[in-house]
């Protein structure tokens, strides 16, 4: 494995830090494997935060991630079908890939992994959703 990029850059707010990695590797193919994986920390107990737990209802918060998805990358025509199985739930082996979600100071900050949920030619999808769009019911 042959990394040709790593990326990494840094959100602090008054509560979390997170560390956010955009990471491209050629695996031999013909196109890199593009992935962004963001890491929450709590700064007052320095543990990681699992997104999810800063909702109250986090399938509520998944219902209004997807259709940000779709809004904001209108020139993918992406559809609900597309985006059905982003989740900040993580699945059983502890990951929530292709989807990646961190707070910054607006909202919630997503990125969908380049061919997580549709053509790789289209690229990395991403969406702002603001705190009052998330704290809707």
Known sequence: MVFDDLFGSVDRS?????????????????????SVHAYTFDVTTGRELAVRRL?????????????????????????AKDVAGL???????????????????????CAVDQGGVSAYALGEFDAVISWQTLATR
Request: net charge positive; hydrophobic share 45%; glycine share 6%.
């Open 87 to 109: 989740s900040i739930l993580a699945d059983r082996a502890g990951s929530t890939a292709p989807l990646s979600c961190w707070p910054i100071r607006s909202g919630l900050r």
């Open 14 to 34: 008054a509560h979390y830090l997170t560390v956010v990695l955009d990471e491209s590797v050629m695996l031999g193919g013909a196109h890199p494997a593009n």
């Open 55 to 79: 909702f109250t209802n986090p399938r509520h918060a998944d219902q209004l991630i997807r259709a940000a998805i779709i809004a904001q990358n209108k020139h993918a025509q992406l559809t």
